[in-house]
């Protein structure tokens, strides 16, 4: 699979004349700015923004299920709505420990599924913790990585996570292939989706290390459109520091049996160079997301950082069977991404940049990017006729950690059409703790609104927001304290 790219890792992305944010251009020559970097200074976008302290009360609160104290141990989940209203979640359960071929004890852990009816819970007190301990387990594995569920047109549900076969690494075995697992509402069946596989100089890796750091979409067609993380000679050499991001797409059915060669299925979107080598060795896949567009077709953002130190967030997608690359800010290192899309085309991203590049003290700042089909004036800026869209690059919140090292990040598309972010503010800057869970809205005119919606139990970590059946928006949230899942639904 061909990959063209508009610009290289590492090269400065200028914006044009045409960007609406910067009202004008920016030579070469002119060193970047990063917006809000003094703190004194309030962005235009930031005028009005709105806090409200507590758990709001327009809000319910509920707590979803509280494993024993040593179930939920990597508090990894996800969750979605489904067309009846109940919000299906998939989490991480410890089941126990057990012995290895070699005498080492490892943990076992369960996937389990939880349906969660609100007609059962908002409004009742005093309810029962809920322990999860009958909850039905989709499948065991002896890791807690990144999950991801999604939500098909006919209410199916699919995750995608690192299982399938075991491959060697550092004297043992993990799992190293990317899977995906659909549940048709009454049983979960379990297919491969990739196993590892990449050209190189030397002869094709057939059988590589995949799966970790795994996203996944589906199209209207019931197609899986799977994002993975993909590292070269396994664990055990050097170049595992330097993983690869690659895609697969799998129609229905060619989930039980793919006739395709795995070099027609598995496609690089970002990372190495393995046949001709002419590149330096970067880290990529790790840092992701992954929407379909009004047409199909996958859109993937990520985090790309080389040897040498070039980094940059990047969005690829598909043109006549090519990989197209974009830069959206070269200046910072990425920790986390979020992104969707809207009803008219309009893409936006929102990104935890850990520190920039001659921006002052911008540590964990929250950013975020759009990219307008049509200028909010629907034609033009200024005098200037906009012909192609621009990604315009920004700042939500500046004054403060956000999310810190975890991927605590998520948006979705309001009723209005515009995104909704929501996020975990760690810490201000002058050194006092937060630990708050707060919510990121976009009038017509762009003017953000922050609103504070938990400040207490340390809730808001590994975030999943979404537009409920019923056209509110559901937050679900963890909280490290009380080792348990909450979920707030606007009323």
Not at 229 to 238: I, L, M, N, P, R
Not at 277 to 304: E, K, R, W
Not at 312 to 333: A, F, R
Request: proline letters at 3%; one cysteine or more; a negative charge.
């Amino acid at each position: 699979m061909l990959t063209k790219k508009i610009t290289h890792i590492g090269s400065i992305f200028i914006l044009s004349s045409l960007m609406l944010a910067c009202g004008g251009g920016v030579s070469e020559e002119e060193a970047y700015q990063i917006p809000g970097s003094d703190w004194n200074e309030l962005l235009d976008n930031e005028v009005g923004y709105i806090y409200v302290a507590g758990v709001r009360d327009d809000w319910s609160f509920n707590r979803v299920v509280s494993p024993p104290s040593t179930g939920l141990m990597i508090p990894y989940f996800d969750a979605v709505s489904s067309s009846d209203g109940n919000v299906q979640f998939v989490y991480y359960n410890h089941e126990g420990e057990y012995l290895t071929e070699d005498g080492r004890d490892e943990a076992l852990y369960n996937l389990k599924h939880l349906v969660w009816v609100p007609s059962d819970h908002i409004g009742i007190e005093g309810e029962a913790v809920h322990v999860g301990t009958q909850d039905p387990t989709i499948i065991t594995y002896n890791h807690t990585d990144r999950i991801s569920l999604t939500q098909g047109g006919d209410d199916k549900l699919y995750l995608a996570y690192r299982g399938g076969i075991e491959k060697a690494c550092n004297g043992g075995k993990v799992l190293a292939d990317a899977m995906f697992n659909v549940f048709d509402g009454i049983d979960w069946s379990e297919y491969q989706g990739a196993v590892g596989y990449v050209e190189r100089s030397a002869g094709p890796l057939l059988d590589g290390h995949a799966g970790a750091n795994a996203d996944i979409a589906i199209d209207t067609l019931g197609n899986v459109h799977l994002i993975y993380q993909f590292s070269y000679e396994g664990c055990d050499a050097t170049n595992f520091a330097y993983p690869d991001l690659f895609y697969a797409k799998k129609e229905p059915d060619q989930f039980l049996n793919d006739e395709r060669l795995d070099a027609e299925i598995e496609e690089q979107v970002s990372g190495n160079g393995y046949l001709d080598g002419n590149n330096f060795q970067n880290n990529t896949g790790s840092i992701t997301d992954i929407l379909i567009d009004n047409n199909d077709n996958p859109i993937v953002f990520y985090y790309a950082q080389a040897a040498i130190g070039e980094k940059g967030l990047y969005v690829s997608y598909k043109q006549d069977d090519t990989w197209i690359e974009e830069p959206i800010n070269t200046q910072c290192s990425i920790r986390d991404v979020a992104a969707s899309i809207n009803d008219q085309g309009d893409v936006f991203v929102a990104y935890v940049a850990d520190s920039c590049e001659g921006g002052g003290d911008t540590r964990f700042s929250l950013r975020f990017a759009k990219k307008l089909q049509f200028k909010d004036d629907g034609t033009q800026v200024g005098d200037i006729i906009i012909t192609d869209p621009v990604w315009e690059d920004t700042a939500i919140e500046e004054g403060v950690y956000v999310g810190g090292t975890g991927r605590h990040l998520d948006m979705t598309i309001d009723v209005n059409n515009r995104p909704v972010v929501v996020y975990y503010e760690l810490q201000a800057y002058q050194g006092s703790a937060k630990r708050d869970l707060k919510l990121a809205t976009f009038a017509d005119d762009w003017q953000v609104s922050r609103l504070l919606l938990a400040e207490e139990g340390d809730i808001g970590q590994h975030n999943k927001v979404w537009l409920g059946e019923n056209e509110k928006l559901h937050v679900a949230t963890y909280s490290e304290s009380q080792k348990s899942i909450y979920i707030l639904i606007q009323d």
